[in-house]
């Protein structure tokens, strides 16, 4: 026998010894260990018969509990092997054919005894049951999952191999007398009522023996009817396979068909019979069947015949279905790539659309677009429109396309035939103060009528968002009104930049600082511009109040918090105080001066070009009418400079001509 098995199975007597005797019996016991340790023992002595005996009634244990509990298959490869594999090391033992048996047993048991057996601790390492069952996971039959259920069993505490290993050595205890015998003479000196003290402290094995009995009463008449079923199945296949052999079906698939009628469907021998005459034909009719398909069908047929003539009977459609999936997978993917083709085509077509300012027909294509996308209930289409017509506004105001803004006034247009006021009060509002917003640039551009329809959409918006209703709504659509109507005012109409003063106040009478300071600061820079604009024309309280309007918006248009609103506020300041020292108001100039300087800590040459230019020519202005004309004369050819490097005539003539009529050479 193995040294780990002498080692493990004297463990637990240690154990128990070291519990229930006194240091004399104790000290006689480690004797024993020591001569096992050492090999002094016969290999085919009366102890180590008795630890292997008990050793592979522990595994038959197992491998039943497996069965009952475990969900392992009782007619199965592995359960079969391995009981007829245990059985015969049983036999060995009984036969005194230990020697034989060693050879096969875990080589790293070795050294595996605990130092001790004081009685502390009782139970055993995961690797010591690893090494005790390894023998029986070597056994042919078993799958992963089902030598993981026995592994699991094995290291449970409560009915694992520990254990059933301990209530095994006390039944060898109390049944093998020789055993009994030179245990207790060379251990207890004779003392046989040490004994009883032993047998107290090992793991109680008379439920666990009872459960054991039923389940080999149970087991015998199984393996019995298992015995036959096998004999009935050789007999068949005698019977059968010379036809199958003759008909191309080959052992393999015979045999696994046999067992699946023997297993699943427990018929009698008499009536397999016309059900494997049946598979015969049949199958030989599939073997000779030819089918015209493409490769990949044509390899999935090769594999099921190739799995069903290895008797994997049940595998074989297995391989089918798996060019099936395949093929599904490809079909989505070709699905997918001709709904990508098709939108494709569309979206080409929409851009064709738009350069022929044709909005509508490219209103209907987005809405084609919609359900290729799968996009089906209407208020979903809405939404995707609505999402369209805002990327063209978006396209409208970066690249100053006016097609794109027209794609943008039919879609919201479309828009409102679905959301009506009478309907969808709200959403018909929203839809037209956005379809004001796009007018509104598009009268920026030259077309004053533009203004007119925006300034008629924001009021129409203002009906139904109402200041009582939606307050912050409210707010933001005059604010909007302001700035169409501070657009109009640009063009000389007068009234229309009271108007948007107006409108910008009611602004703020929800657009407060303390509620929304940068909308509060946005709408003071809007009523700057208009005054300002007011201001150019004459009016010299205008500009004062332009100064104040300008100076509450950088109370929270910090260069911290928002530079580039900061520079462009700060620009706006400028250019009201460089009319005022116009209108000879002292100090005016200088404060121009300080507020162009600040615009050009943000507005750089390299973040902001034209901005920066722009600038640096108002500076040069102020700076010759102060009389620096030297630092004047350097920020107009810088100016000057960029306008011709960028292409702009305008610019460019329009600052040539003022300094030639300072006697500045351009």
Request: net charge neutral; proline share 2%; hydrophobic share 40%.
């Amino acid at each position: 026998m193995s040294i780990i098995l002498t080692q493990v199975g004297l463990a637990f007597l240690g154990w128990n010894v070291g519990k229930a005797c006194d240091v004399g019996t104790r000290n006689a016991h480690r004797t024993i260990l020591a001569r096992l340790r050492a090999g002094k023992l016969d290999p085919n002595h009366d102890i180590e018969r008795a630890i292997l005996t008990a050793h592979y009634q522990a595994l038959e244990f197992i491998v039943a509990e497996s069965v009952r509990d475990g969900g392992l298959d009782a007619h199965g490869a592995g359960v079969i092997n391995g009981r007829a594999f245990l059985q015969k090391r049983l036999k060995q033992v009984r036969k005194n054919q230990i020697s034989t048996i060693a050879k096969y047993l875990a080589a790293d048991w070795k050294g595996l005894i605990p130092a001790s057996f004081d009685g502390a601790n009782t139970s055993v390492p995961d690797t010591h049951v690893t090494a005790a069952i390894v023998e029986l996971l070597r056994v042919k039959g078993w799958d992963d999952n089902e030598k993981t259920i026995l592994q699991d069993l094995a290291n449970n505490p409560d009915k694992g191999w520990v254990t059933a290993f301990s209530a095994y050595i006390r039944e060898q205890l109390k049944t093998n007398e020789k055993f009994r015998h030179i245990y207790t003479e060379q251990v207890l000196d004779g003392h046989n009522q040490k004994l009883d003290a032993i047998l107290a402290v090992m793991p109680d094995i008379v439920g666990m023996q009872q459960s054991l009995a039923r389940i080999e009463a149970g087991q015998d008449k199984a393996d019995a009817k298992l015995d036959a079923m096998l004999e009935n199945q050789e007999k068949l296949f005698a019977m059968f396979n010379p036809q199958a052999k003759q008909r191309g079906v080959t052992e393999a698939a015979l045999r696994a068909f046999i067992k699946k009628l023997g297993e699943e469907r427990d018929l009698a021998a008499d009536e397999m019979i016309p059900w494997l005459d049946g598979f015969i034909k049949n199958a030989q009719k599939k073997k000779d069947q030819k089918v015209n398909e493409d490769a990949p069908f044509q390899a999935a047929l090769a594999e099921a015949k190739k799995r069903f003539d290895a008797g994997q009977n049940d595998a074989a459609s297995g391989a089918l279905m798996q060019e099936l999936e395949r093929e599904k997978q490809d079909e989505q993917y070709r699905q997918k790539e001709r709904t990508r083709r098709r939108i494709h085509l569309l979206k080409e077509a929409i851009d064709y659309d738009e350069l022929a300012l044709e909005p509508e027909a490219a209103v209907k294509k987005w809405r084609l677009v919609a359900a290729e996308q799968g996009i089906t209930s209407e208020a979903d289409i809405c939404q995707f429109l609505e999402l369209q017509a805002s990327n063209y506004a978006k396209q409208s105001e970066q690249r100053g396309s006016n097609s794109a803004a027209l794609v943008a006034i039919a879609i919201y247009q479309d828009l409102l035939t679905i959301f009506p006021r009478n309907k969808s009060p709200h959403i018909s509002a929203n839809l037209q103060k956005n379809l004001g917003t796009i007018y509104h640039v598009l009268g920026q551009r030259g077309e004053v009528e533009m203004l007119y329809k925006a300034i008629k959409l924001n009021q129409n918006a203002l009906k139904e968002l109402t200041r009582e209703k939606t307050p912050m709504d409210w707010a933001g659509t005059q604010n909007n009104l302001g700035n169409v109507y501070s657009s109009l005012g640009e063009r000389g109409e007068d009234y229309a930049l009271k108007n948007a003063i107006t409108a910008y106040e009611n602004s703020l009478k929800e657009y407060t600082r303390e509620k929304v300071p940068m909308e509060w600061a946005m709408v003071q820079n809007n009523i700057g511009n208009a005054y300002g604009v007011l201001g150019g024309r004459g009016d010299y309280y205008a500009l004062k109040n332009a100064v104040t309007a300008y100076e509450d918006a950088l109370k929270e248009r910090t260069r911290e918090k928002v530079p580039i609103y900061w520079a462009m506020t700060q620009y706006n300041l400028g250019t009201v105080y460089q009319l005022l020292s116009q209108c000879g108001e002292n100090g005016a100039v200088n404060h121009a001066v300080a507020a162009y300087e600040n615009a050009l800590k943000e507005y750089t040459f390299e973040r902001n070009g034209m901005q920066w230019a722009i600038t640096t020519e108002n500076l040069g202005y102020v700076l010759w009418i102060k009389g620096d004309k030297t630092d004047a004369e350097t920020c107009l050819r810088n100016a000057l400079a960029y306008y011709r490097s960028v292409d702009a005539p305008y610019k460019t003539e329009k600052l040539e001509n003022y300094m030639r009529r300072r006697g500045l050479e351009p």
